[in-house]
């Protein structure tokens, strides 16, 4: 592992991010090894504000083989990303601070369907998600994360 990521994990612990139980870091590298191989590698667009959980879920992606086509922390930058790298999978934070990770998936889904997995930290009910959207909640482990992937790419194919 990268020592800025074991730092990230760290700052992590330290601000109390982290229920009782495995560590943030046995959390989120709790991968089930047979299914991430079988899995086609992806270009993944991460839209995540917070910048200790941007950095980390790109690594994460790139562990599990795919590829990090941008890392961004708002909206305009996401639509942006979307048009320049042409995803095949977004992973987008629901709550971005000035704007809606879901206004932003709306707007680029204007131009093609994308798959996509949601993440919140907020438990949420109701939200206007649309049909081929995927929630996960955080903390996620890397298990879940593995399985909304695999979920948002199904619903590609139905």
Do not use: N
């Not at 961004?72 to 987008?92: F, G, K, Q, S, T």
């Not at 704007?99 to 109701?126: C, N, W, Y």
Request: net charge negative; hydrophobic share 50%.
């Amino acid at each position: 592992m990268a020592p800025h990521i074991a730092v990230m994990f760290a700052e992590l612990e330290r601000l109390g991010r982290a229920e009782e139980g495995p560590s943030v870091r046995d959390r989120v590298l709790d991968q089930p090894r047979g299914r991430e191989e079988a899995m086609k590698p992806l270009r993944v667009l991460v839209v995540e504000d917070d910048l200790l959980i941007g950095p980390l879920l790109a690594e994460l992606l790139e562990d599990l083989g795919h590829f990090v086509c941008a890392v961004e922390v708002d909206a305009a930058a996401a639509v942006a990303a979307a048009r320049r790298c042409h995803p095949d999978l977004m992973i987008v934070d629901v709550g971005l601070g000035e704007a809606s990770g879901i206004a932003a998936v709306k707007e680029i889904l204007k131009e093609g369907f994308v798959p996509h997995v949601f993440v919140t930290g907020d438990m949420l009910r109701g939200l206007p998600l649309g049909p081929d959207a995927v929630l996960i909640q955080k903390p996620y482990r890397g298990a879940d994360l593995v399985a909304a992937i695999a979920r948002a790419i199904g619903s590609r194919a139905s």
